[in-house]
């Protein structure tokens, strides 16, 4: 156990890729870290993946505890569970944190339930904070919001007398600091403890579909929503995000109607987008749809119903119909480009 | 023979269809008016395990955690082919986290003896947590395979099986005991079957006349009650350190309702002038 406190992110990898959301962990574990005077670690399992985690130092990683064996070169829940359970009793972190994948999602609550310990899960925001609890105060309790009830409210959960709390986060959400190359993490290999026998399944085959479209990165994103669901309508959306050069996203009804594969479905059950600008192009702004793209730096909302709730994110509203205002878009676009 | 499999299901207010009557003047939801329901994913899990039982045969046990009218959802999984349920209800289970919640799942499930496969819904979609499950399978010591999309062979021994991935899908095997966590894309969950509502209801009646609750309350020899069992925190043997409020690491701090903050928007006329001068600001700004 290391005598300073730790703040613990899971490293996920595949096929010796870190995944972005443990990046995205990596700083926002960092800025726990600071109010906790703790410092943050990783814990990653895995096979020849060490210069990959000492890279994690540019983001503020300091040590990272690595089972190195080739058994754990792809995940499969129960030697990733047992694994993780005895680091964490070794390095009695604060608090850990798992990215909600389906990775995070699957080992995360095993983990828990062995060390008998909170777990939240879907965090959307995470803070340091009091919390008071029968006349006893903890200063720097772990606070976890998360929306439940599909969205509708916003509950702050705390597992104070747990040690770890431990939470998921969606990917995409917790802001990614700027990298800085002058620092790595110390890598230190930690013996497995695993016997064959706790190889449960076999992975026969792993299909990746290639993502159409990446919007977690995007900076200019053009959604389309059911008001541009028939194909004039949606061949304008379209033509506006190819004129300003952005990527083309959309809302739920567009993508269940099969009009655009699921990669370009932003919110609750898609992608959380952070762009510079989102243009909303018919879409009514639902919770579900708000909780992937609220965050935008500008939003700007074309809806023909100035009472759609999007109007009420949104920093810039047009209230009219797509068919005049897109093409005057494009127009005013091209005057000048 | 067949395989011995437990669905565990679970009543939870329906706040996908959220209509006006649960909805309040401040745009809040009213969680107490949302109608209960069986938990959507638990339907798929119940029908993966109709379609395992009619393809190798076997025998299928749900059960649920709740209060009293959750025997509601047991009904549901009666009705669709469950061969018989068991309601876990004690005011000692109140308030549990999913952690006690698993451990007190995990004290029925041995209670019921040996199993080969446990199936539930991938989450549910009041917390959407997908914890439970997981933890199950920790507590029994046994293996998982989350977010279920096909079973592709199966044996008593063995079954072969796709599960979603963040970004594609595996196909993976392993052998039973075991738990997995369906999806809705897995299957198409059957109605409920009206031969075996009728069934019911005139054995229920048979029984007291009397209301379905009611005779699951009193009766204890007919062959309705005989598929319908109640435990209790006694019964199944857990202490109440381990259940319910006082089991539950995670408290909630606050609960806020998500209501819109209302940003200082810009109204920009849908003229010719007020989208150009929009335009034409964010090319000078370097935005677009
Ligand atoms: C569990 C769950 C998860 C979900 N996850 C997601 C998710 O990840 N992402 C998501 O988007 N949704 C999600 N939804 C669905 C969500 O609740 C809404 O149904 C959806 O976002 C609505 O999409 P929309 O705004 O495009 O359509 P609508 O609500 O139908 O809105 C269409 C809008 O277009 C406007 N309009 C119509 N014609 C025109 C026109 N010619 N010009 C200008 N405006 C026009 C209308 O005024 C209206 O406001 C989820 C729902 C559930 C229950």
Not at chain 1, 17 to 42: D, M, N, P
Not at chain 1, 280 to 288: K, N, P
Not at chain 2, 127 to 141: F, I, R
């Given at each position: ?111 828990a339930s062995?060390l008998k310990c909170g ?14 609890s029968k ?24 597992s104070p007398e747990s ?175 | ?62 059960i649920t955690m709740g209060p009293q009218?959750a ?15 068991i309601l876990i209800s004690d005011r000692k289970f109140a308030g549990a986290d999913t952690l006690a919640t698993a451990y007190t799942l995990k004290f029925a499930v041995d209670k019921i ?19 439970v499950?997981?933890q199950v399978?920790?507590k029994l ?88 069992t109640e435990w209790n925190a006694d019964s199944i043997g857990v202490d109440s350190t381990i259940c319910g409020l006082q089991g539950s690491p995670t408290k909630v ?36």
């Amino acid at each position: 156990m290391s005598d300073k406190k730790q703040v613990m992110v899971f490293i996920e990898q595949s096929e010796k890729k870190i995944g972005a959301v443990s990046l995205e962990l990596i700083c926002e574990a960092g800025r726990l870290a600071k109010k906790l005077s703790a410092e943050v670690v990783g814990v990653a399992l895995g096979y020849g993946i060490g210069e990959e985690l000492a890279a994690l130092g540019h983001y503020g990683c300091k040590t990272v505890y690595y089972v190195e064996d080739e058994r754990l070169s792809h995940f499969t829940s129960n030697p990733y569970a047992k694994s993780v359970v005895s680091i964490i009793r070794k390095q009695q972190p604060e608090i850990v944190l798992f990215g909600a994948t389906t990775t995070g999602r699957d080992m995360a609550p095993r983990i828990a339930s062995a060390l008998k310990c909170g777990l939240t899960a879907d965090c959307t925001e995470l803070q340091i904070g009091e919390y008071k609890s029968k006349g006893e105060l903890f200063e720097n309790a772990f606070l976890q919001m998360r929306p439940a009830f599909g969205g509708n409210i916003m509950a702050t959960i705390v597992s104070p007398e747990s040690f770890p709390s431990m939470a998921t986060v969606r990917p995409g959400v917790m802001q990614l600091d700027t990298p800085d190359a002058s620092r790595t993490a110390e890598v230190l290999v930690e013996e497995s403890d695993l016997s064959d026998e706790d190889f449960l399944t076999e992975v026969i085959e792993v299909v990746r579909r290639e993502k159409t479209v990446n919007l977690s990165v995007a900076q200019i994103i053009v959604a389309a929503g059911a008001g541009a669901a028939d194909p004039e309508t949606l061949a304008l959306v379209r033509k506006l995000a190819v004129t300003i050069g952005a990527e083309l996203a959309a809302s739920r009804p567009l993508v269940d109607a099969g009009l655009l594969s699921h990669d370009h479905q932003v919110g609750q059950t898609g992608t959380t987008v952070r762009p510079n600008l989102y243009i909303a192009c018919g879409i009514s702004g639902q919770i579900q749809h708000r909780a992937g793209m609220v965050e935008s730096q500008r939003i700007i909302a074309i809806n023909s119903d100035p009472d759609a709730p999007i109007f009420r994110i949104a920093h810039y509203g047009i209230v009219g119909d797509l068919n005049a205002v897109i093409p005057k878009m494009i127009a005013a676009y091209k005057e000048k480009a | 023979m067949g395989l011995k499999m437990i669905v565990m299901v679970k009543q939870v207010p329906d706040t996908h269809n959220i209509t006006g009557e649960a909805m309040k003047a401040d745009g809040t939801v009213n969680r107490a008016r949302l109608p209960a329901i069986i938990n959507p994913e638990d339907l798929n899990a119940l029908e993966e395990a109709i379609r395992i039982k009619e393809r190798i045969g076997g025998h299928i046990t749900a059960i649920t955690m709740g209060p009293q009218k959750a025997v509601q959802v047991l009904k549901e999984c009666l009705y669709r082919g469950a061969d018989d349920v068991i309601l876990i209800s004690d005011r000692k289970f109140a308030g549990a986290d999913t952690l006690a919640t698993a451990y007190t799942l995990k004290f029925a499930v041995d209670k019921i003896g040996s199993f080969d496969l446990i199936l539930c819904g991938r989450q549910a979609i009041d917390g959407d947590t997908a914890q439970v499950g997981p933890q199950v399978a920790e507590k029994l010591g046994i293996n998982q395979i989350t977010s279920l999309l096909e079973v592709v062979e199966i044996d008593e021994e063995e079954i072969t099986a796709k599960h979603a991935i963040t970004d594609g899908y595996e196909l993976v095997k392993s052998k039973m005991p075991l738990l997995l966590t369906v999806t809705s894309e897995a299957n198409e969950p059957r109605s409920p079957s009206a031969k075996l509502v009728m069934a019911y209801k005139n054995i229920d009646q048979e029984v007291n006349g009397d209301s379905y609750e009611e005779a699951y309350m009193q009766a204890d020899d007919s062959s309705l009650i005989d598929r319908i069992t109640e435990w209790n925190a006694d019964s199944i043997g857990v202490d109440s350190t381990i259940c319910g409020l006082q089991g539950s690491p995670t408290k909630v701090k606050k609960i806020e309702n998500v209501v819109l903050a209302v940003n200082d928007i810009q109204q920009i006329p849908a003229t010719e002038a007020g989208i150009t001068d929009l335009m034409h600001e964010l090319m000078d700004d370097h935005i677009i």
